[in-house]
């Protein structure tokens, strides 16, 4: 995929072995991974723009290489309900972000302003990521989000490249999977769509090894037949120079 | 991903001509304890001693170097300090041998200067064209051919035997556990085809093995234990093995499991894959099973060697003992194995057939006063409907009624219909008895229900991974 080469050479060339947010779901996009709608922002009234495109409550996010942690940065927002609040989230995001550089010593960039996307309405949370095990390659990780994975570590993996008989198998056996199938009353979740961003995951891996590390974190899946969608995306890449 | 010449490891196991280089004359020396190996009226090679001290050896030739020694060799064992290593591979180089087997420890493992011999070795193996296993390793043992490289007195660590039912090969990265194996399995009963410790693994590895064992027509379960694997080499295993395990069952005991931190890690699935996650997940993928420990592993190998795979999940438990009954299939259940009571008209057969104190349902509790007549017609009805895929048959001995035919009984039933069957035979020296008899006959028998159940697991399993969507899943099918 040539887009994802452009991006991992651009963060290689400004130092950083992440992607950002907007970068890391171009790629996804282009594996056809379903995500709610998001653009960038520079400026406060690019950014107040850009909300009433995508409709408000919004999201703005620091969109910057010197950070890659953004919440311990004071860099998310979430809920922003008119042009007002996302006019005042945007410069506060920029102090924090002054502010945090101030602490670690560094000069942060924000010449690329924020990351802006829809305030995505509540799914069932779910995690599916990939790490690099260095005696086995590329392994993906699927379970439920919250206290499922923090607490219960209630996640199952497999390799990369997968079949879908293995994604399937994957939901099967986390211990949580009755709460995907629906229980008191809950309508079962939309387990096709979640079956379908795992194989789209583990295809763009295994057409990108450059890629060590990922989360899609959270991603949310709806009543079946109302789809799925990864709402926060990291992307962590190899850094050539420490392969020799 | 490595390929698989497998012609080149033959020499390993079915050398008609062995040289030990550092043979020795001295008692209780580990040059002398492997030529006395090769001087047994089984092994029916020639061997040669070479060592520069004698002219004989336990009566064996013994020559200065191998280009004396009057014939071709087809492998040579070193047992000589590391320091010598080089100059005897390049001995083997012009005699023109083309396995060593490297037993001698002092390499790799114990640091630079070591490496750098080692180093040296596969060199001159690699221009040689000699594939090489260990160094650091206690060898080869094939109980076919009696190649046996293994410097342990046969007084102090027992030899396994071939069975002529079904055989287990067993790769062992450690070369205590491949002696221990060799000394235990030698009690079991259990039929073992070869034995080998790999060591440092310098040149002949856990893959080409795989390779091997999978075209070896006396292996028909293949073993590994192994602690762990260099960089990339778990993805190329893996990637042998999913070749390799819809033909043969392949068990794995993976010591090193607990959680290694992963500090490193930013996100938060580099953090949650504790390597165990991954070596689970990479196993579950390609169809090898995972054992616990050795107990486990011999458990289900037994059984898979003995026994066909299932076609499906749905166990019948048979049994003259309740409580047997009980925690069989308590440990049944637990496993993830369907446990369905008989139908309508099996019970209703089952009912005109056994006194009507008879418990039948699932288990099937044939009580205390049956004879084997009972297990035949629970067999007999139970096989005919097809409800069936697997039979687990408790025979508590101690009762006066049921005679030792029952062996007979169960190992027909078990020949006619083709189906899996486990013996659980609990008690002491007479049961104990009955069981070897019915292994003999090719019926695994296990002396607790816990391990019939993990066994009738491990064949539904391996049936899952043989037959794939063809294997009739009925419990949890439900699910996505």
Not at chain 2, 15 to 22: E, H, M, P, V
């Amino acid at each position: 995929m040539k887009l994802a080469k452009k991006i991992f050479k651009t963060a290689l060339e400004e130092n950083r072995t992440f992607v950002l947010e907007n970068e890391a779901k171009d790629i996804m996009k282009e594996y056809g991974i379903p995500i709610p709608p998001y653009t960038t922002a520079a400026t406060a009234d690019e950014a107040v723009i850009k909300s009433k495109e995508i409709g408000f409550p919004v999201v703005l996010k620091i969109l910057s290489k010197d950070i890659l942690h953004k919440s311990d940065a004071g860099g998310v927002k979430l809920n922003l309900k008119n042009e007002e609040d996302v006019r005042a989230a945007f410069i506060e995001i920029m102090d924090n972000a002054r502010e945090f550089g101030k602490k670690k010593g560094i000069d942060v960039d924000l010449s690329r302003g924020v990351f802006v996307t829809e305030f995505t309405e509540q799914g069932t949370e779910v995690i599916v990521g990939v790490t690099l095990d260095p005696q086995f390659g590329h392994a993906l990780m699927f379970g439920l989000g919250g206290i499922f994975v923090e607490v219960l570590k209630d996640v199952t993996f497999r390799l990369i490249p997968m079949q879908e008989i293995d994604a399937r198998e994957m939901v099967g056996e986390i211990k949580a999977v009755k709460i995907l199938e629906g229980i008191r009353g809950q309508p079962p979740r939309d387990i096709d769509a979640l079956v379908d961003i795992i194989m789209k995951v583990s295809k763009m891996v295994d057409e990108n090894p450059e890629i060590i590390e990922l989360d899609c974190n959270p991603t949310f899946v709806y009543e079946k037949g109302k789809g799925a969608a990864v709402v926060d995306a990291r992307i962590l890449i190899a850094n050539p120079d420490d392969e020799k | 991903m490595a390929e698989c010449i497998t012609s080149e490891l033959e020499l390993f196991f079915s050398a008609k001509t062995i040289a030990i280089y550092g043979a020795s004359a001295s008692p209780n020396s580990v040059g002398q304890a492997i030529i006395q190996n090769f001087i047994k009226p089984q092994y029916t090679g020639k061997v040669y001693a070479v060592n520069p001290k004698y002219d004989n050896v336990l009566g064996v030739p013994c020559y200065p170097s191998l280009q004396e020694i009057p014939e071709p060799i087809d492998m040579v064992v070193v047992a000589v300090p590391a320091r010598y290593a080089p100059m005897v591979f390049e001995d083997i180089a012009k005699k023109g041998t083309k396995a060593a087997i490297v037993i001698s420890g002092g390499f790799s493992e114990t640091g630079e200067r070591g490496t750098e011999l080692e180093n040296q070795i596969v060199e001159i193996g690699k221009k040689g064209g000699i594939r090489i296993i260990g160094p650091n390793c206690v060898g080869v043992i094939d109980t076919h051919t009696h190649v046996d490289t293994f410097f342990l007195p046969e007084y102090r660590c027992g030899r396994p035997r071939a069975s002529n039912v079904a055989n287990i090969s067993l790769i062992s990265q450690s070369g205590a556990f491949a002696a221990a194996i060799s000394d235990w399995t030698s009690e079991l009963g259990l039929g073992i085809s070869k034995l080998v410790s790999l060591g440092n693994k310098c040149d002949v590895d856990d893959d080409d093995l795989l390779c091997f064992l999978n075209d070896d027509d006396s292996t028909q379960v293949i073993c590994y234990y192994t602690e762990g694997y260099d960089p990339g080499k778990g993805r190329t295993f893996f990637n042998i093995a999913k070749k390799v395990t819809s033909n043969k069952p392949v068990l794995v005991v993976k010591s090193g499991r607990g959680e290694m931190a992963r500090e490193a890690a930013i996100s938060h699935t580099g953090s949650l894959a504790g390597s165990d996650n991954v070596v689970d997940a990479a196993y579950k993928q390609s169809g090898i099973i995972r054992a616990q420990n050795f107990e486990e592993m011999f458990d289900m190998a037994k059984a898979l060697a003995m026994q066909p795979p299932a076609r499906g999940d749905r166990v019948l438990m048979t049994t003259n003992g309740g409580g047997l009954g009980v925690m069989t299939t308590d440990a049944l259940d637990a496993l993830g194995l369907a446990m369905p009571h008989p139908s309508t008209d099996l019970n209703q057969r089952f009912g005109e057939r056994l006194p009507a104190y008879c418990a039948w349902g699932n288990p099937c509790d044939v009580v205390g006063d049956s004879d084997s007549s009972r297990y035949e017609v629970v067999f007999e009805e139970a096989i005919k409907s097809g409800e069936y895929d697997i039979f687990v048959v408790g025979m508590l001995l101690q009762t006066p009624t049921l005679g030792m035919e029952i062996t007979n009984v169960i190992s027909n039933w078990q020949k006619q219909s083709g189906k899996p069957f486990i013996a659980v035979s609990q008690g002491g020296a007479f049961t104990r008895k009955a069981g070897e008899i019915l292994e003999l006959m090719g019926v695994p028998t296990y002396a607790t229900g816990e391990k019939g159940a993990l066994a009738a697991w491990a064949l539904a399993r391996y049936g899952e991974i043989k037959y794939s969507d063809k294997f009739k899943k009925t419990r949890g099918s439900e699910k996505p």
